[in-house]
């Protein structure tokens, strides 16, 4: 089985294809665009996207993807992020002058950056920050990324942990071709649009209230060529074949000018 | 007066600072968070910052720094955004080998500029990548960014609204010390946290839809500490002084732990 992730050897993402598919191939791609397009030109078995950080919000690119690709959710797995203080072999954290890393993890650990006194830089990636620390043979630079990064590239961790908010969770979605039914408690992903009249979403959500439906997350994203009108994401508690949320669904078809079910999977725990 | 805004001189932000307020000083600033400190330290009266566009959705980072500055949204503005591409007078399209710019101005113009056939390189701003094409004196590249930013450093306009889609829309905000009362159609942001409980939030639009309140944006942000609990950030049409607003948001107070009124200011219409 072969998973993409977005990124460099190292990163996050691969960690958690390991975390949650066990031994499989992870294959790294470059952006996003090209993770959902090589499962969907059969390159690739799935995909994990990170969609959502506890910190940092939604990674919205993702969203836009999900939809425009004809790709279905078929899981979800949750990863804590704890970020590595990296440098050479040896190095101590008082000879460091300077801190590079993806502008996220930068921002995540701005506290303890702030206590280290150093130069910030940021740079495109987490594990690519290791990788091109490595390449400079700068010794008073360390960079910020996983325990994996750091022994992928032979590397030293001088801290471990140290991110300003310990309640640092990445949620990730598996993508793939064909769409699951899962078996005992689920999640349903969909998005939809409604008509840009009062009340429009408040009589959406109540197709799930109604029902006691439980909504997990929604998220808005701006519809393309139409300003001020807007495609909404929501998450919530069920599986699409269950009658409860089959009727949901289908009241929501009253309502919606477009509605797509993106994927039921089994709920992760965090 | 001076009003802040992020960005080089020549931004949209600061075409959008003189459309709407007239002749004041225009403040550059490197951060967003540098717009909001220069306003809370009385250094400038004023700021004006993006908080959405039509194609590219929300600017997230402007959604946490109104919840944690003390300061008002007094008005909005809606600034239509055309890219012209810019290079060195007496350059002709066919010698343009690279084009620069903020990767947002990059993505809007994705299909134009595949048809030039050029190298595409992302730099910090847009504005900025014409002032960075005027110190290279490099002929062959060209940057993308406003008419204005071309005026300003004495630059070429090689073709004017090569963006994609010409529904493109800046959604700006006036953000001051002191809160307005307005006259007229207004609109009104409030951001408010909810019990994690089913309902919930389905509940707290009801008290906008009871009323006849149209709403015409939400957006949701990750609560800091919380993992998978969220700020919501509704903008509807009406004043808070108003008798039916100030019902909604009584009643809306029942259900939200936080609430928090932030500005209600005359509507812009775009």
Redesign the interface.
Known sequence: MRVAFQGEPGAYSEQAIFDYFGEVKAHPCESFEAVFESVASRDCDAALIPI??????SI?RNYDLLLRCDLHIAGEYFLRVRHCLIAFPGIGKKDIRRVISHPQALEQCAAYLRALDVKIEPVYDTAGSVKMLKESSDQTTAAIASRRAADMYGMQILEEGIED?M?N?T?FLVVQREPVTPDGEAKTSIVFTLKNQ??T???A??V??LR???????????L?????D?LFYIDFIGAAHEEKVRRALDHLSELALMLRVLGSYPRAS?
Chains 1, 2 share one sequence.
């Open positions: 959502e950080n506890s910190l940092a919000g919205h908010n309640e969770y949620r009062p009340g979403l408040f009589k959500l109540s799930f209230a006691d439906i439980d909504l997990t997350k929604i998220e808005s994203r701006p393309q060529g139409q300003p001020w807007y965090q």
